[in-house]
C-alpha cells in the first residue's frame, strides 16, 4: 500500500526548492491524493508541483481539482502547458473546462486539439448543465454489427488506451444508431468467427443526452450498470455515463438537496475554501424571508394576549409543543423529498401516501400526548394538560401533513421538491402550531371565563 504524502512534508521539501524529492514522493500517489495537496496551495507553487509530473499525469490530477482550483491553474500556467493538459484530459472533464473559461482562454485552447477532438469539446459543451449530456464522455467503443468477435476483440485493443471503459461496446448501424451491447467478456468466450450481430443485447438501457442528469445516476443504479450509453432523439449514440460519474453525479445531488433543505443557496467551492461573502450570500435571502414569515407566528400569540395573560401556564408548553410540528414536519419533508428524487414515489402516489401519513402522524401524536400531558398535570393540572395533549396529538398531524404535502406541490409546478426546506415547513408549522395551541385553549379557557 503506498503511504500517503502529509502536506507538512511537502511543504519542508518546498521550501527547500527539493524538486527532485517531490517528484520522486508524488509518482506513486493516486491522482486524487495528489490533487488535494495541490488543492490549498498559491496557483504559481501547485503549478510549479504539477509540472513534476508528466503530462497525462498531469491531466489526470487536474481532472480531480475544484473548478475554483482548476482556473486558477490555468492562469498560472503557460499557453503550452496548459494545452497539453487540456489535450490529455477526459473529454467530458475537459469540456466541463472549456464551459468554465472566458471566451479568449477557451479558443487559446482549442488549436492544440485535432479536429475531431475540438468539434468534440463544442459538442459537450453545448449540452445544458443539469442535463445527461454535460455529464456524459465521449470515450467509448463503438461496433458494426457484421464484424467478427475476433475483429471486434482488435478493435478494442487498439481503442483501450484512449477510452475511458471498455468493458461493454456499443454496437450501431451505418447511422450510428444504438442497436445493442456487448460485454468484452463475451467476446473473448464466443467461437472467434461469430458475429457481433449475432451475440449481442438487443434491448440496451439507454438515456437521451435531455434528460435530467439524475436519471442517469437513476439508471445505473438500478441496473448495476458499468456504463450507460446515452444517445440523441433519433436513438444514435452519442456518448456514455460511467458508473463514477453516476456516484458523482448522485454525491453531488445528494449534496444540492441536503442545502436545499436547509434554504442554502449554492456554494462552487468546498465550504472550508468558500469566501465568507459566498457563505453569507448563500444563507441571507432564506433567513429573511423567513424572519418576516414568523411574523404569523407572533401575530397568533398576540390575538389571544388576554387569554394567555389569565392562563401564564400556557405559556411553559408553547416551545415544546410548535417545535414538535416542526420536527415531524421536517421528518416527512425528508422523508417525501428523498422518494421523489429516487422514484420510489410518484404525483400519482400523494393521495395513499397523505392518508398514511395522518395515520403515522395521529399515531406519533398520541404516544408524544402521553408523554408531556404527564408534566402538563403535574405544572398546571388536568385542563392545561388535556388542551396539551390534543394540541399535541392535532399539531403533529398537521405538521406532517405539511411536510409531506410540500415536496409533491412544489413537483406539480415543476420545481424541485428540496426546496421544502425545513427552516420554511419549521415556519410554516410553528404559525399553524400557535394557533391550534392557543385556538383550543381560548375554547376552554376563554369560553370558561366568559
Do not use: C
Not at 456487448?182 to 461469430?194: A, C, F, G, N, T
Not at 389571544?304 to 419533508?333: H, K, R, T, W
Amino acid at each position: 500500500m503506498v503511504r500517503r504524502v502529509e502536506a507538512e512534508t511537502l511543504r519542508l521539501l518546498l521550501d527547500r526548492g527539493d524538486a527532485a524529492a517531490i517528484a520522486t514522493m508524488l509518482r506513486p500517489q493516486h491522482p486524487t491524493d495528489i490533487a488535494s495537496l495541490l488543492a490549498p496551495l498559491p496557483a504559481a507553487e501547485a503549478a510549479h508541483l504539477l509540472r513534476l509530473l508528466p503530462e497525462r499525469r498531469q491531466a489526470e490530477v487536474f481532472g480531480y481539482l475544484e473548478p475554483t482550483t482548476q482556473l486558477a491553474l490555468a492562469r498560472a500556467l503557460d499557453r503550452r502547458e496548459m494545452g497539453g493538459i487540456f489535450a490529455a484530459m477526459h473529454p467530458d472533464e475537459r469540456a466541463d473546462l472549456f464551459k468554465r473559461l472566458p471566451p479568449a482562454e477557451r479558443e487559446a485552447l482549442l488549436p492544440g486539439l485535432a479536429h475531431a477532438e475540438r468539434e468534440d469539446v463544442r459538442r459537450l459543451a453545448a449540452y445544458p448543465e443539469g442535463t445527461v449530456g454535460a455529464a456524459m464522455t465521449s470515450d467509448y467503443v463503438a461496433l458494426p454489427p457484421d464484424i467478427a468477435a475476433r475483429e471486434a476483440i482488435e478493435v478494442m485493443r487498439r481503442e483501450a488506451p484512449s477510452r475511458e471503459s471498455i468493458y461493454d461496446a456499443y454496437v450501431v448501424d451505418a447511422e450510428r444508431r444504438l442497436i445493442g451491447v456487448v460485454s468484452l467478456r463475451d467476446l473473448m468466450l464466443v467461437e472467434p468467427q461469430v458475429r457481433v450481430v449475432d451475440m449481442m443485447v438487443p434491448d440496451v438501457v439507454r438515456v437521451e443526452a435531455d434528460a435530467p442528469r439524475e436519471e442517469a445516476a437513476r439508471l445505473v443504479a438500478r441496473y448495476d450498470l458499468g456504463a450507460l450509453p446515452v444517445t440523441d432523439a433519433q436513438g444514435r449514440m452519442v456518448g456514455i455515463v460511467t458508473a463514477d460519474d453516476a456516484m458523482d453525479i448522485q454525491a453531488e445531488e445528494a449534496t444540492l438537496d441536503f442545502r436545499k433543505q436547509a434554504s442554502v443557496g449554492p456554494i462552487a467551492v468546498n465550504v472550508l475554501r468558500a469566501p465568507l461573502w459566498m457563505l453569507y450570500r448563500a444563507r441571507v435571502l432564506w433567513l429573511v424571508i423567513l424572519v418576516f414569515g414568523n411574523i404569523f407566528s407572533g401575530a397568533g400569540i398576540a390575538a389571544f394576549e388576554d387569554m394567555i395573560a389569565a392562563n401564564v401556564a400556557l405559556v411553559f408548553f408553547l416551545p415544546l409543543l410548535i417545535d414538535s410540528g416542526g420536527n415531524a414536519g421536517s421528518q416527512a419533508a425528508t422523508l417525501m423529498v428523498r422518494a421523489l428524487a429516487t422514484g420510489d414515489v410518484r404525483m400519482r402516489d400523494y393521495g395513499k401516501l397523505i392518508g398514511r401519513e395522518a395515520v403515522v402522524a395521529g399515531l406519533l401524536g398520541l404516544t408524544m400526548a402521553l408523554a408531556v400531558s404527564v408534566i402538563g398535570v403535574v405544572r398546571a393540572g388536568p385542563e392545561v394538560a388535556a388542551v396539551v395533549a390534543a394540541s399535541m396529538v392535532l399539531i403533529v398531524i398537521v405538521g406532517s401533513t405539511i411536510g409531506m404535502s410540500l415536496p409533491f406541490l412544489l413537483s406539480r409546478f415543476g420545481r424541485d421538491p428540496a426546496t421544502a426546506s425545513a427552516p420554511l415547513i419549521t415556519s410554516i408549522a410553528d404559525a399553524a402550531g400557535v394557533l391550534i395551541y392557543f385556538g383550543l385553549a381560548f375554547y376552554v379557557f376563554g369560553f370558561a371565563a366568559e
